[in-house]
């Protein structure tokens, strides 16, 4: 199980950080990622994390500005979203899966999800 938390409303340039707390174990072997969906759109990658290595992947949207990142103890991923654009807004989900995979169809088990509001 994956509990998402820290979204909220924010302006335009602004930051936020979403944490990804997972209730159990996760093996070096797995992908944490995070995906977006705003209504009306399909759900989009934002960006994913190699448990493991720390290796990162980033959609070309969020490329220096958003930063993911895990704290492998804690079985806990993190996503701090910097230089905010009315755009970000959508509902963010962080997914665990077996491999990296930029198609939300990669990944079994999914958190709930947390809506993320930039103001212009």
């Known amino acids: 199980q994956l509990v998402e938390s820290g979204g909220g409303l924010v302006q335009a340039g602004g930051s936020l950080r979403l944490s990804c707390a997972a209730s159990?174990?996760?093996?070096?072997?797995?992908?944490m990622a995070w995906f977006r969906q705003a209504p009306g759109t399909e759900r989009e990658f934002v960006a994913a994390i190699r448990w493991g290595t720390g290796k990162t992947y980033y959609a070309d949207s969020v490329k220096g500005r958003f930063t993911v990142s895990r704290v492998g103890a804690e079985y806990t991923g993190y996503l701090q979203m910097n230089s905010l654009k009315p755009e970000d807004t959508a509902v963010y989900f962080c997914?665990?899966?077996?491999?990296?995979?930029?198609?939300?169809?990669?990944?079994?088990?999914w958190g709930q999800g947390t809506q993320v509001t930039v103001s212009s």
């Open positions: 159990g174990r996760i093996y070096s072997s797995a992908v």
């Open positions: 997914a665990k899966g077996n491999g990296y995979d930029t198609d939300s169809r990669g990944y079994t088990n």
